[in-house]
């Protein structure tokens, strides 16, 4: 156990003290933000980000949560619809002044995974305690402002040439590492193309767990181009069979959808599963648990990073803030704002700053602006709920 963790067991239970405070309106914005160009996994292509906003007012200020789910389960099986049931019918009635984060969140374990719409609200009741108390979120948690590192993740693309300039436009802007994605028939040979024009580029590949064992052989070849890691190649349910291939790689494999909280990642990490964990703190659940993964992973010498849902401002500014905490040693996928939208709701947008690094956001809570003009411009409907 190094210092670290204390430090994570520290701030855990402070933050756990936080209390609830009054709560005086709560209201659901669903939003459509169309992206600048089409993002492509094995599963799926989005051409638009459809977001559920939560905003959680209090005392005159106002605590917002983006949830990451889609309209759609084609990353998980958490939809917007599913995310805004599970809050309004079972996990907001808990939410009441007098208790404490800790207590609320025990609460939240009664309902079954959700982790997505579990962590909307986290987000919010942080943002407000932050804004409450006129910390940035980081402090808040505990931890130290610092430049956090930049990543890109690329959507699958048409063509290898497509590929070269995307990840091109990448390495000028100053990226910090390149994500590419793959899938069946857009794999060795798209990585080949890419290292050989790229030989000293940190870079990885995500297949969104469209291989099976059989491709092992297959998969083997891609140990020959130095990649940092190959995120989730198999399906999100197949922990064991990770383990399998993993033996057989010396690449590092890297979770991503296979983990929805610490005991997921201590199954992965014991069966050797995985050697790096990618955290998503808006699906395993918030911030909180997502502290709690880094600390297992720190204690277990895996390395984490924090993904992203190509999140509109709010939940960008969440990811950034959460970075700053023990254990990300790793660039995650934490990239500009202009890669998805001509504008975003919040200001200011993110920006790479000098050398790639990304500067945390100054202001108090998540510390960015919501605009609420930009708002209601892409504001599908809105549900007042208390
Ligand atoms: O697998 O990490 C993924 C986006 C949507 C769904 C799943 C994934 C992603 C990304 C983009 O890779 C990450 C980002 O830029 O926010
Ligand atoms: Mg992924």
């Known amino acids: 156990m190094g210092i670290g963790t204390r430090i994570d067991d520290d701030n855990l239970a402070r933050l756990e003290a936080l209390p609830i405070g009054p709560i005086d309106g709560i209201e659901f ?13 094995s599963n799926h292509t989005w051409t638009c980000k ?4 939560l905003q959680i007012v209090s005392d005159g200020l106002f605590g917002w949560g983006e949830c990451v789910a889609d309209p759609d389960p084609f990353y998980a099986y958490e939809t917007t619809t599913t995310a805004r049931h599970i809050l309004k019918d079972f996990l ?14 025990n609460q939240f374990r009664r309902v079954r995974g959700h982790g997505m719409a579990k962590a909307t609200v986290e987000n919010a009741l942080l943002d407000l305690a932050a804004k409450r108390a006129d910390v940035p979120l980081h402090a808040l948690l505990g931890y130290p402002r610092k430049p956090i590192m930049s990543g890109i993740s690329i959507g699958l693309q048409d063509s290898v040439e497509m590929l070269l300039s995307a990840v091109a436009e990448a390495v000028g802007t100053g990226y910090h590492r390149v994500k590419m994605k793959i899938a069946r028939g857009r794999d060795v040979e798209w990585v080949r193309a890419v290292r050989e024009r790229f030989p000293r580029i940190r870079l990885m590949v995500d297949a969104n767990g469209d291989y099976d064992l059989d491709a092992a052989d297959h998969l083997q070849q891609l140990d020959a181009f130095n990649l940092m890691m190959i995120e989730q190649p198999l399906s ?14 010396t690449t590092p494999i890297c979770l991503d959808e296979s983990i929805h909280g610490e005991a997921d990642a201590v199954t992965a990490i014991e069966l050797g599963a995985c050697r790096i964990i990618n955290i998503k703190q808006g699906r395993v659940g918030g911030l909180l648990e997502s502290i709690r993964i880094a600390r297992a992973c720190a204690a277990r010498g895996v390395d984490v990073w924090s993904g992203g849902m190509d999140e509109t401002g709010i939940g960008r500014a969440v990811n950034i803030h959460l970075q700053t905490a023990d254990g990300f040693t790793l660039p995650g996928d934490t990239s500009e704002t202009r890669r998805y939208f001509r504008e975003d709701l919040v200001d200011p947008p993110v920006s790479l700053g000098q050398d790639g690094f990304i500067d945390v ?3 108090p809570g998540i510390g960015v602006i919501v605009l609420s003009e930009r708002v209601a411009r892409y504001e599908l409907e809105r549900e007042r709920v208390r």
Not at 50 to 53: D, G, H, K, S
């Open 29 to 41: 914005v669903t939003v459509r933000l169309p992206f600048v160009s089409p993002f492509g996994t």
């Open 50 to 53: 459809e977001a559920l906003l």
């Open 92 to 105: 907001l009635p808990f939410v009441q002044r007098g208790t404490t984060l800790g207590a609320l969140l």
């Open 236 to 249: 999100y349910s197949d922990i064991a069979r990770h383990a399998h291939l993993q033996r057989r790689f």
């Open 361 to 363: 956001p100054r202001g």
